[in-house]
């Protein structure tokens, strides 16, 4: 079994930035995958951002791309995720995930195949 804890959410203006760390502890697996996903009230949770842990290959969606940038400290074993530029519509409650999976690909996968998710931060972008 897998803990996550995410933190660093917060209030902030637009176009600002906020730095975003799920701490992971518990099982540890041989292959995984850590994602980031949001929601915003009335919508349904989205993907935002996810990493193969191992190979640090990296995908987006094309909503964040370019303004946030997901990474990983194998040391401490948590996960980041870098946002800047932020928008009024970036406004939900981020949650992080992890995918138990094997293969190169995997980090690519649909939001129903993650296994743990942490408890969620609330992100504000005021405009």
């Known amino acids: 079994q897998v803990q996550l804890v995410e933190s660093g959410g917060g209030l902030v203006q637009a176009g600002g930035s906020l730095r975003l760390s799920c701490a992971a502890s518990g099982s540890v697996f041989s292959s995984y995958a850590m994602g980031w996903f949001r929601q915003a009230p009335g919508k349904e949770r989205e993907f935002v951002a996810a990493?193969?842990?191992?190979?640090?290959?990296?995908y987006y969606a094309d909503s964040v791309k370019g303004r946030f940038t997901i990474s990983r400290d194998n040391a401490k074993i948590t996960g980041y995720l870098q946002m800047n530029s932020l928008k009024p519509e970036d406004t939900a409650v981020y949650y992080c995930a992890v995918n138990i999976c094997s293969g190169y690909g995997c980090y690519r996968t649909p939001i129903y195949e993650y296994d743990y998710w942490g408890q969620g931060t609330q992100v504000t972008v005021s405009s």
């Open positions: 990493i193969r842990w191992s190979g640090n290959n990296r």
